[in-house]
């Protein structure tokens, strides 16, 4: 058995975003490669597997997150919502929009 030398534990990226097929490509191949390649882990909450709540997860989510990456694209409330609970908890923020 192999021990690897590195055993960081990596940073952990929580996206929030619309969970919309439009934003599925913005997400898998912009921001997951992007934070892939920067040696972080990345998730939004709809790959995860949870049996809370889904706004109990997003929560512990974003508390437990090294850095926060919003996609505010299309005012949707529920980002909104959640940017503001991650700004109350003083996560570090990551704002991203499209035109």
């Known amino acids: ?10 940073a952990f990226c929580f ?6 097929e439009d934003f ?3 997400y898998r191949l912009g921001i997951k490669d ?3 390649a ?6 939004r909450v709809d790959e995860q ?7 109990d997860r997003i929560y512990n989510q974003i508390a437990k997150a090294d850095l926060v990456i919003a ?6 409330p529920n980002v909104f919502y959640e940017v503001g609970y991650a700004h109350a908890l003083e996560s570090v923020l990551k704002f991203k929009f499209q035109e």
């Not at 920067?38 to 998730?43: K, N, V």
């Not at 597997?49 to 706004?55: G, S």
């Not at 996609?71 to 949707?76: H, I, K, L």
């Open 71 to 76: 996609d505010m694209t299309g005012r949707n």
């Open 49 to 55: 597997t949870f049996h809370e709540r889904i706004l």
């Open 38 to 43: 920067a040696g972080a882990y990345c998730e």
């Open 15 to 20: 996206i929030l975003m619309p969970f919309h």
């Open 24 to 26: 599925d490509d913005i």
């Open 1 to 10: 058995m192999t021990i690897p030398k590195n055993t960081t534990p990596k």
């Open 34 to 36: 992007a934070c892939t």
